[in-house]
Nanobody
Framework: QVQLVESGGGLVQAGGSLRLSCAPS????????MGWFRRAPGKEREFVAAINWNGASTGYADSVKGRFTISRDITKNTLYLQMNSLKPEDTAVYYCAAGPNAAWNSLVITWGQGTQVTVSS
């Protein structure tokens, strides 16, 4: 069974940093675009960031632009989300996702199980 496994979530104070990781099991997504989404309590899941297959192209939601950085290490088959200057409104369950193609096109073929990020004020 193909899975995406996130790690790195936790509790952090406002202004702090966390780095999320996502590694697939069961197959590789090295030729696929990947992304991060989040779902805050009582809200719908929303797009956070995406990266194309080789890391040359990235995109971000306006709410995280300049604070979050998406990256990937092809050799380790791992996706990352570096989150700096965290705010309480960043509190959410964060999910990684794999797209069907090399470039991100908002479609998702595989979701991770999610990792909780809580930012205290």
């Amino acid at each position: 069974q193909v899975q995406l496994v996130e790690s790195g979530g936790g509790l952090v104070q406002a202004g702090g940093s966390l780095r999320l990781s996502c590694a697939p099991s069961g197959r590789t997504f090295s030729t696929h675009a990947m992304g991060w989404f989040r779902r805050a309590p009582g809200k719908e899941r929303e797009f956070v960031a995406a990266i194309n297959w080789n890391g040359a192209s990235t995109g971000y939601a306006d709410s995280v632009k300049g604070r979050f950085t998406i990256s990937r290490d092809i050799t380790k088959n791992t996706l990352y989300l570096q989150m700096n200057s965290l705010k309480p409104e960043d509190t959410a369950v964060y999910y990684c996702a794999a797209g069907p193609n090399a470039a991100w096109n908002s479609l998702v073929i595989t979701w991770g199980q999610g990792t909780q990020v809580t930012v205290s004020s």
